[in-house]
């Protein structure tokens, strides 16, 4: 059964009433994290090109048979690590390929606060179908540091994180880049000044820093010979969302037969950080990657 709504938007009962009934090219996949493959399977089986919310899947198996599902049908897997389409995100990335601070060498953020998050059946709070802040959360810095730095060599961590019904989940990540980059990835639902994020990269002439709550959101600190200045570079707040931003991206990814930004393959690593950082809480060793 199916309702018409106002504007011209049809409501179905279930996803799969939608995917025999609706007339459409891409399915944007937003349920729980558990059952990201269900939904994505269903639609890759019926030809419909697939953007998924991030995390990818709740587990490394979900995650390639996702893909795999994906490959075989000939559709395209776009996955929502947004972080990428945030303009001051861009631009630390293109202050860092320009060489403006010099080779980094240490990244500190954070990511948290505003309250825990309430969903359908609290799912948030389910780690079995959630993965905690780690995989749900601060995957989102783990992409995005991938995308600058390469491959993790190892992950150590430290956390409330695998707690049951845990609303007051810590984590603190430390990432060591094969090209000898060290992070530190702080997640939180402990701040209660709202939800914010900070960033900080250290270079050798340098310092680019960005906090949410700023009102110069990005700042680049050079060192002088005399002393070291601070330069405020301004965003403009006109900018399309970049929610907005990752699907205009799939779409023409789509229509130009091009790869997406971020693929399947792209948030199967940034899931594996996320994993071994959870099993570095709960055996208390470092988690070596890609060996």
């Known amino acids: 059964m199916r309702e018409k709504l106002k504007g011209s938007v049809t ?17 944007d ?22 953007f998924c919310e991030k995390p990818l899947a709740r587990t490394r198996e979900d995650g390639q048979a996702m893909i795999e599902a994906c490959r075989k049908a000939g559709v395209k897997l776009g996955v929502g690590h947004v972080v990428r389409f945030f303009p001051e995100y861009r631009k630390i990335k293109e202050t860092l390929e320009s060489g403006q601070i010099g080779q980094p060498a240490t990244v500190t953020t954070m990511r948290g606060g505003g309250g825990f998050p309430t969903a359908w059946q609290d799912w948030y709070a389910n780690f079995e179908w959630s993965g905690g802040l780690i995989l749900d959360m601060i995957i989102h810095d783990f992409d995005y540091l991938r995308w600058l730095f390469g491959e993790v060599d190892h992950v150590f961590a430290r956390g409330t994180t695998g707690k049951e019904y845990n609303r007051l989940e810590y984590a603190l990540v430390t990432l060591r880049f094969k090209n000898g980059v060290i992070a530190n990835v702080e997640g939180t639902w402990l701040n209660h000044g709202g939800f914010q994020t900070e960033i900080e990269i250290t270079g050798q002439k340098g310092l680019i820093s960005h906090e949410s709550k700023d009102s110069a959101p990005l700042r680049t600190l050079m060192k002088d010979d005399a002393n070291a200045s601070g330069v405020a570079v301004p965003e403009s707040p ?6 907005f931003l990752e699907i205009k991206h799939f779409v023409d990814c789509i229509e130009q037969g091009t790869d997406p930004l971020i693929n399947g393959e792209e948030a199967l690593k940034a899931m594996e950080i996320s994993l071994a950082a959870i099993e570095s809480i709960r055996t208390g060793k470092p988690v070596y990657l890609n060996r």
Do not use: N
Not at 11 to 27: H, W
Not at 31 to 43: I, S
Not at 238 to 243: A, F, I, N, Q, R
């Open 11 to 27: 409501l179905y009962e279930t996803g799969e009433e939608l995917l025999e009934q609706a007339d459409v090219d891409l399915i």
């Open 29 to 50: 996949v937003c349920v729980p994290t558990h059952l990201h493959r269900r939904f994505v399977e269903m639609a890759a089986a019926r030809g419909k090109h697939v």
């Open 238 to 243: 006109l900018y399309d969302s970049p929610y």
